[in-house]
């Protein structure tokens, strides 16, 4: 079990949704739980864990050889240090977004940051801007219809499909100046946005077709993207500085990295053994989730680093970069025979009164507490996106 498996579960979830839906906690947490119970069984015997990178990338996302460095001793959640509260918007109560010395009060349900922009979903589901100096500003009072915003690296463009418009509707919005610059006609909203390129290219995935289109801002076009290879409605792992990473085949394969041409062909390059992943603002590095747990890879070839999250317990949802050297991560420290569990009326763990914020640093993998149980509120989903 892995968390890579879980957002697939999740997207599969919201495919059938009319809101963005919460990912599947109870197999998140199994996850966390078997990379915990794994590296006890490592030790008890006496092997030393190694990572292993076995991906061959394009030239921006080029592996190194294999690594074999031993993955260090994750101290447990009471010897970790205490930091300072995370340096982009965060939530304090769950009825308050924290930014800089700005308080704003709202519904913290979803929060999405990339690049010094961060997008949260208001109460009634819809998509609201939070500025530098605090003021919010509402981009979509329907928000998106199934998944969530996706923010371009560079924290420039947001999109989303949506169905509340007169038809189905990708709404793309100028971040930098707070305005929806598109409304462009789709087939359908049943499907999500995996993300937007560096060239200001915004990648759909419809879930009943699997088709793969793209919006180009720059030159408002639609392209439908052709040669890609056989693959599920959530085989769009990660998108690139020009193009996709696809899981191959339905519903597994390897992940094949690609170039999309200004016409929307797929070009295909070297397979990698990286799936879904989150990268740095700066693209020099990932951070995602292995067998033995979340690394830092950087993406022109090297070392990976384990981030020394403590064991007990599991990550709740894949870390997210607060700035170009550290990653926050969202941790509940419950451990796999804990009889308190709280679960929700379809039966689901929640954890979000429960769930510790840390921040991991990129360059040793040692990580501390940025926030304490009760930042997310009691509304039983991971905040950060």
């Known amino acids: ?28 947490r199994s996850g966390g739980r078997r ?41 447990p959640l009471g010897e970790l240090p205490v930091g300072e509260p995370p340096g982009i918007p965060h939530c304090d109560g769950g009825r308050t977004i924290v930014s800089g010395a700005t308080r704003v009060s709202a519904w ?32 979509d009072r329907s928000g998106p219809e199934h998944w ?5 690296n560079d ?67 639609v392209r439908i993207v052709t040669g890609a ?9 990660f998108v690139t500085a ?14 094949v990295v690609g170039q999309v041409a200004a016409d929307g062909r797929f070009s295909a390059g070297e397979e990698t053994s990286w799936d879904w992943v989150n990268w740095s603002p700066d693209r020099s590095r990932v951070v995602r989730d292995t067998e033995t747990g ?25 870390p997210v970069w607060e700035d170009d050297d550290h990653v926050l991560v969202q941790y509940d420290p419950l451990t796999p025979n804990d009889p308190g569990l709280v679960s929700d009326t379809n039966g689901l763990e929640v954890p979000a009164g429960r769930t510790w914020l840390l921040r991991c640093s990129a360059d040793t993998g040692e990580c501390e507490i940025a926030l304490e149980p009760g930042w997310a509120g009691n509304f039983g989903f991971p905040t950060y996106r």
């Open 294 to 318: 979340p690394v830092i890879s950087p993406a022109g070839g090297g070392r990976d680093v384990p981030l020394m999250v403590p064991e007990l317990g599991s990550i709740t949802w894949v």
């Open 35 to 75: 990379r915990a119970r794994r590296r006890t069984t490592l030790r008890s015997v006496g092997v030393a864990a190694g990572l292993a990178v076995v991906a061959v990338l394009l030239p921006q996302l080029r592996a190194g050889g294999p690594s074999t460095a031993p993955e260090p001793a994750a101290p």
């Open 1 to 28: 079990m892995s968390l890579e498996t879980d957002l697939v579960d999740a997207l599969d979830r919201a495919a059938a949704a009319h809101r963005p839906g919460a990912p599947d906690l109870d197999r998140l």
């Open 155 to 221: 924290g420039d463009w947001a999109a989303w499909l949506t169905s509340a418009q007169p038809e189905p509707t990708l709404v793309v919005v100028d971040l930098l100046r707070a305005t929806v610059v598109a409304e462009v006609p789709w087939d359908s909203a049943n499907g999500w946005v995996p993300g937007i390129d560096d060239l200001g290219r915004v990648y759909t995935v419809d879930f009943d077709t699997s088709e793969i289109r793209l919006y180009d801002i720059a030159t408002d076009r």
């Open 242 to 255: 020009d193009g996709l990473g696809i899981l191959q085949g339905n519903p597994v394969g390897p992940v």
């Open 108 to 139: 913290c349900d979803v929060l999405v940051s990339r690049g010094g922009s961060t997008l949260y979903l208001g109460d009634r589901r819809g998509v609201v801007l939070l500025r530098d100096e605090g003021v919010p500003v509402l981009l």
């Open 229 to 237: 290879p056989d693959h599920a409605a959530t085989g769009v792992r």
């Open 148 to 152: 969530f915003p996706a923010v371009s």
